[in-house]
């Protein structure tokens, strides 16, 4: 459902994106003509991240939310919220790389942290991996639990991928 719900809201963002100037067009612009990330005077300041991407062409992948599991099926940095988002990312890296997508494919991410307070260590680890010129779109959400009680935080991506 989540999902659906984010491939809609990237298509109805591209229907109603306001127009650029050629000027931010090519401040804007990304190496992938598929995905522009627009920016607009008429919505309120994104820090960290855009408020919507537009995709044309190209193929997309969803990546199921991530958590801080490693190969064997552990959990990585048990109360550890830096630890496990950078397993978590990792994850989605491995995730991306799997399905010939990388970071700067990237378009959207869901966050469900258990402590929403913790976005600033999120972010600062979340901006090793990302464009941080042109940040994915993206949504926290503050979850009273995750799947099982030792996660903090879960993360979901989609990628588009040029043709």
């Known amino acids: 459902m989540r999902i659906a719900l984010s ?6 963002a591209g229907l109603f994106s306001m127009p650029q100037t050629e000027k931010e067009k090519n ?23 855009s408020q919507v991407v537009e995709v044309r062409g190209g193929h997309l992948v969803y990546v199921a939310g991530q958590v801080a599991m490693d190969r ?3 959990v990585v940095g048990e109360g ?6 950078q397993q978590t990312f990792e994850n989605l890296k491995a995730a991306l ?6 970071f700067e494919n990237v378009v959207k991410l869901n966050y469900y942290f258990t402590d929403i307070t913790q976005l600033p260590v999120v972010r600062e680890v979340r901006d090793k991996f990302i464009n941080t010129t042109n940040p994915p779109a993206s949504t926290a959400v503050e979850v009273k639990r995750l799947f099982r009680e030792p996660y903090l935080i879960e993360v979901e991506a989609v990628a588009v991928v040029p043709e």
């Open 97 to 102: 790389e799997a399905s010939g997508a990388k």
């Open 72 to 74: 064997a099926g552990k």
């Open 27 to 49: 401040k804007m612009g990304q190496s992938q003509n598929a995905v522009r990330f627009v920016k607009s005077e008429n919505l309120p300041p994104s820090p960290g991240y």
């Open 80 to 85: 550890d919220i830096r630890a496990q988002t």
């Open 7 to 12: 491939g809609m809201c990237l298509l109805l």
